[in-house]
């Protein structure tokens, strides 16, 4: 613990390595501590993000983490098991026990979704199994559409997914929990139902053919789009008491800070919100917040040291 950073950012993403680029061209020293586990490392490629559509997202990240060097960010490979605040700033713990210091901590581990256990679809995720109709909706456009979902979350998929296509199908793989009224409003909009709960999923190179479902039926279907949800990737902001959303996020005011002084959260981990350019957006914001701070409390050093010297 002999170097103590400005910045330590965890999380090597969107977020994380814009933070980074930000804070390096502030010449603030900077590490970045990433897993190596994206959340859209099954992703074909990144959507809704001006002059990089298209691309993988583990270019995306090769990219970012050239420009994050370039500005003299050092980048490790880790996974950070602890942080705590101390005089001065945080203690950063790593897996294996070495311990790391900084004055600021920004966390920017986003989320992971929570994925079906059914088989076929691990085969299939990412390439025509997908949970975000705004990423991947376009690349199956006018195609059989299933979606899988309960209750509200379900509903609400399957109607705005008929933007899409006209031949969209819900799958509540179970009791839907639907009322009256949600199932009526299906029906009028051509919506089938399938309430049995699903077995399997059937496809081949990447691309769904079927749902097969325990009542031995089956529907032909070429994309699933499902609503299972999403849990943080790490518990390091509920360490330090964070507050959070009803929806699992954490939820930071102006510039991405929490109620810790000196620790920021950004990217998807912090909002509803979740695409690429959101959280690099997020880790600008969150890069100024922090930069601002630093400028601050160096401003109160220079000047009690001027004082002392008078």
């Not at 298209?54 to 990219?63: A, D, E, F, K």
């Not at 179970?174 to 089938?192: D, F, K, N, V």
Request: net charge positive; glycine share 12%.
């Amino acid at each position: 613990m002999v170097k103590t950073w400005d910045v330590i950012v965890v999380g090597g993403g969107p977020a994380g390595l814009s933070a980074a680029v930000v804070l390096g061209r502030a010449l603030r020293s900077v590490l970045v501590i990433d897993s190596g586990k994206p959340r859209n490392a099954a992703a074909v490629g990144v959507h809704a993000f001006l002059t990089r559509d298209g691309l993988s997202p583990r270019t995306v990240r090769t990219l970012g983490r050239r420009e994050a060097r370039r500005y003299g960010a050092v980048l490790s490979a880790g996974v950070v098991t602890a942080a705590t605040c101390k005089p001065g700033g945080f203690v950063v713990t790593l897996q294996g026990g070495r311990r790391l210091r900084s004055r600021t901590l920004l966390l920017a581990t986003g989320v992971r979704d929570r994925l079906p256990e059914v088989p076929g679809l691990r085969e299939l995720y990412g390439t025509s199994v997908h949970h975000c109709p705004y990423c991947d909706g376009w690349e199956e456009r006018g195609k059989r559409i299933a979606v899988w979902g309960r209750g509200k979350a379900g509903f609400e998929v399957a109607r705005k997914l008929l933007g899409w296509s006209s031949d969209v199908v819900l799958f509540s793989d179970g009791p839907s929990g639907l009322r009256r009224a949600e199932r009526a409003r299906l029906a009028a909009l051509g919506i089938p139902l399938h309430e049995a709960p699903i077995a399997r999923l059937e496809g081949r190179n990447g691309r769904l053919r079927r749902v097969h479902l325990a009542d031995e039926s089956s529907v032909a279907r070429d994309a699933l789009f499902f609503t299972h949800g999403f849990e943080q990737s790490s518990d390091l902001a509920r360490g330090f008491h964070c507050a959070f959303t009803r929806s699992g996020v954490v939820r930071t005011g102006r510039g991405e800070a929490t109620g810790t002084p000196g620790l920021y959260v950004a990217g998807d981990a912090s909002h509803d919100s979740q695409f690429v350019v959101v959280a690099a957006a997020e880790g600008v914001r969150a890069a100024v917040r922090i930069h601002q701070e630093l400028a601050a409390a160096d401003e109160t050093r220079r000047l009690a040291r001027r004082r002392t010297r008078a």
